[in-house]
Structures are given as structure tokens and as C-alpha cells.
């Protein structure tokens, strides 16, 4: 196959990350990787030939035109977090600016990272995403409504990962995984709870083996007859859907907790708590507490491709992690 020409900003990011290392370790593709500080870099990116490195951020993407004209691919991680003015120039201005300046006869496609959190539970935007989400997922709900108007629009394919899990020592951690270890110290206190909630997760590992397949299989384009939106790419990112009792079940028994009875935690009571504590919530938040099922219809994965999935069970999530079974915290015991 035909080494392709691919542009990659956020590599330094945890997704960016398994991303970049993946392309450089198991294609021979040309990467040109935009990033604001090549110290952050986990990986060998002198490991082979063809990689090159270009020191700065989206605020600057105009200077990149020419070099941009002659991409095959171009795959946007990069993000912006927090501070409104930063996050909806870099996540709509300058992200739109980019793909603006790519070649729509040379470009084979564009994989722009989104998030799950602006798509309801039949993939179509949420509209409360746009009313009352953070700046970040107002930014990707204002992005992803401007896409169909590019030149660019018919080779994007929009990717919407779920809740992110990843990282190790070379890698940044994601927002989800460097809390797993704190999660897991209360199971002894929420398994005496349920709760009605379900939501999809996958490991950066695995998004990184769909971009991979993505960029020698672009995925064909779908319409939306039953609604009126223009016919797009739109790819969720996750495994099966689980619910928070099959997630704390799961979590128990990989644990050594035992489940004698839970207790309804039902939302009126959250809502106690919330001001008997005093907790600061936002509008997103007070949203996401009512409408707790963050679930999306066929959730991509590397297993829809044929391909092996790193990470697809919470045992799977808890032993990346670095947590032990209780079986296996026993044996050392007995072995010190």
C-alpha cells in the first residue's frame, strides 16, 4: 500500500498519544505532527524515517497552508479545555481554518475528534449540549453544525468517543483513568447503593486501532432520511453500553466485595445532598444528573472491524489500571 501523507495535531494528548505511536510502529505513512511542545512526547518519534515534527499550536494554522494543500489525511485531536475565548477559537476557528485549507482533491479524508457528549441517544445533536454545556462541549456542538458547509464536508468522518480511558508511563493519563484508582477505594461504600445510569467506555489503545483502520478504509458516507440534517460521517467510539449496577457489580466482584443489598439512590435524594452539602453544580451538570442513560446506537469499536479490542470489560479497565484482583491481593499476602 501507498505511504500516505497525514497531518496530526494534539499528539501530545493522552488519545493523541496511542494515536501517533500506532501510525509510527505499524504503517509507513509520512506524519507531520503539530505540536505545541515536543518535550511532552511519550514516544520515539526518530524510530523510523518519514516523521516530522513542527513546533506550535492551531493558532498558527495558516502558516502550515501550503504544506496542508498536499495532505492525503489529516486526523484533529488536538482540543482545547477551559478559558472561553481559548477553547472556541482553537475548537471552531482555527479547527474550521484547518480543514479550509486542506486540498479537497488531494485530501482523502479528515478524522476530526468530537465528543459523545452533544449526540442524544439516536446519534443526532443534543440539544442541550448547546444550550447548556460547558464552553468545551458548546465548542464542539458549534463545530460540528459548521462542518457540512466546508468544501472539505463529503471526506470528513467525525469520530465521538465515550468515556476515555488511557495512559501509562509514556503516556499522558485520561481525565477518567487517573481516578480509577480513587473509584475503586469506595466499592466497599457504593455497593450498598443502586442507581439508574448507563453509559459506554473505551481505552485509547482501541481508538487508536480504529484510526489506524480508518486511514486505509475511510468509512463510506450515510444519510440521515429520517431527519433533515446532511448526510455525514458520524462514528461513536465505545464498547457495549453498561449500567452503573452492572459497572459496581462488576466492580465488587473483581474486588472481593460482597453484595448483601442495595439501597434505591434515587434523585430526589441526590438533590438533598446536593444542598445539604452545599455542592456547586452547573446547568450541564443538573442536566446530566436528570438524564443519566448516556448511551448512543451502534457504538464503534475495533471488534466491528474484525480487529482485537484492548480493553472491552471493566475487569479489563481495572487490571490495565494497575488493580489487583482480591484473589491475587491474597496470594501475595500469604506469600510475604
Given at each position: 500500500?501507498?505511504?500516505?501523507r497525514?497531518?496530526?495535531?494534539?499528539?501530545?494528548?493522552?488519545?493523541?498519544?496511542y494515536?501517533?505511536?500506532?501510525?509510527?510502529?505499524?504503517?509507513?505513512h509520512?506524519?507531520?505532527?503539530?505540536?505545541r511542545?515536543?518535550?511532552?512526547?511519550?514516544?520515539?518519534?526518530?524510530?523510523?524515517?518519514?516523521?516530522?515534527?513542527?513546533?506550535?499550536d492551531?493558532?498558527e494554522?495558516s502558516?502550515?497552508?501550503?504544506?496542508?494543500?498536499?495532505?492525503?489525511?489529516?486526523?484533529l485531536?488536538?482540543?482545547?479545555?477551559?478559558?472561553?475565548?481559548?477553547?472556541f477559537?482553537?475548537?471552531?476557528?482555527?479547527?474550521?481554518?484547518?480543514?479550509e485549507l486542506l486540498?479537497?482533491?488531494?485530501?482523502?479524508?479528515?478524522?476530526?475528534?468530537?465528543?459523545s457528549?452533544?449526540?442524544d441517544?439516536?446519534?443526532?445533536?443534543?440539544?442541550?449540549?448547546?444550550?447548556?454545556g460547558?464552553?468545551?462541549?458548546?465548542?464542539?456542538?458549534?463545530?460540528?453544525?459548521?462542518?457540512?458547509?466546508?468544501?472539505?464536508?463529503?471526506?470528513?468522518t467525525?469520530l465521538f468517543?465515550?468515556?476515555?480511558l488511557g495512559?501509562?508511563?509514556?503516556?499522558?493519563y485520561?481525565?477518567?483513568s487517573?481516578?480509577?484508582?480513587?473509584?475503586?477505594?469506595?466499592?466497599?461504600?457504593?455497593?450498598?447503593f443502586?442507581?439508574?445510569?448507563?453509559?459506554?467506555?473505551?481505552?485509547?489503545?482501541?481508538?487508536?486501532?480504529?484510526?489506524?483502520?480508518?486511514?486505509?478504509h475511510?468509512?463510506p458516507?450515510?444519510?440521515?432520511?429520517?431527519t433533515?440534517?446532511?448526510p455525514?460521517?458520524?462514528?461513536?467510539?465505545g464498547n457495549?453500553a453498561?449500567?452503573?449496577?452492572?459497572f459496581?457489580?462488576q466492580?465488587?466482584?473483581?474486588?472481593?466485595?460482597?453484595?448483601?443489598?442495595?439501597?434505591?439512590?434515587y434523585?430526589?435524594?441526590?438533590?438533598?445532598?446536593i444542598?445539604?452539602?452545599?455542592?456547586?453544580m452547573?446547568?450541564?451538570d443538573r442536566?446530566?444528573?436528570?438524564?443519566r442513560h448516556?448511551?448512543?446506537?451502534n457504538?464503534?469499536?475495533?471488534?466491528?472491524?474484525?480487529?482485537?479490542?484492548?480493553?472491552?470489560?471493566?475487569?479489563?479497565?481495572?487490571?490495565?489500571?494497575?488493580?489487583?484482583?482480591?484473589?491475587e491481593?491474597?496470594?501475595r499476602?500469604?506469600?510475604?
Amino acid at each position: 500500500m501507498t505511504p500516505k501523507r497525514i497531518f496530526l495535531t494534539g499528539a501530545s494528548g493522552c488519545i493523541g498519544h496511542y494515536i501517533t505511536e500506532a501510525l509510527i510502529t505499524e504503517t509507513e505513512h509520512e506524519l507531520y505532527l503539530l505540536v505545541r511542545d515536543p518535550d511532552k512526547l511519550g514516544f520515539d518519534y526518530e524510530a523510523r524515517s518519514g516523521i516530522t515534527i513542527f513546533q506550535g499550536d492551531l493558532r498558527e494554522i495558516s502558516q502550515f497552508g501550503n504544506l496542508l494543500k498536499t495532505m492525503d489525511v489529516a486526523i484533529l485531536t488536538a482540543t482545547a479545555w477551559g478559558g472561553a475565548a481559548e477553547v472556541f477559537d482553537i475548537n471552531v476557528i482555527k479547527t474550521i481554518r484547518l480543514m479550509e485549507l486542506l486540498n479537497p482533491k488531494m485530501c482523502e479524508q479528515v478524522i476530526y475528534f468530537s465528543t459523545s457528549s452533544i449526540l442524544d441517544r439516536n446519534n443526532q445533536l443534543l440539544r442541550e449540549a448547546g444550550q447548556l454545556g460547558t464552553d468545551y462541549i458548546r465548542s464542539k456542538y458549534d463545530c460540528l453544525r459548521r462542518l457540512s458547509k466546508l468544501a472539505i464536508a463529503p471526506k470528513i468522518t467525525t469520530l465521538f468517543p465515550t468515556l476515555v480511558l488511557g495512559g501509562d508511563e509514556n503516556k499522558p493519563y485520561s481525565h477518567l483513568s487517573s481516578g480509577i484508582t480513587d473509584v475503586a477505594k469506595w466499592a466497599s461504600l457504593v455497593r450498598w447503593f443502586r442507581a439508574d445510569g448507563s453509559f459506554h467506555f473505551i481505552h485509547a489503545q482501541d481508538i487508536a486501532q480504529v484510526v489506524r483502520y480508518l486511514v486505509d478504509h475511510p468509512y463510506p458516507m450515510e444519510s440521515n432520511e429520517e431527519t433533515d440534517e446532511e448526510p455525514t460521517k458520524r462514528l461513536v467510539l465505545g464498547n457495549q453500553a453498561i449500567t452503573v449496577n452492572q459497572f459496581v457489580e462488576q466492580g465488587c466482584d473483581y474486588l472481593g466485595q460482597k453484595i448483601y443489598f442495595r439501597l434505591p439512590l434515587y434523585s430526589w435524594l441526590a438533590n438533598i445532598l446536593i444542598v445539604l452539602f452545599r455542592i456547586q453544580m452547573s446547568a450541564w451538570d443538573r442536566f446530566c444528573l436528570k438524564y443519566r442513560h448516556f448511551t448512543h446506537q451502534n457504538p464503534i469499536n475495533p471488534g466491528t472491524f474484525g480487529l482485537p479490542t484492548y480493553c472491552p470489560t471493566l475487569s479489563d479497565v481495572l487490571k490495565i489500571s494497575g488493580i489487583q484482583r482480591r484473589r491475587e491481593q491474597r496470594a501475595r499476602s500469604g506469600e510475604q
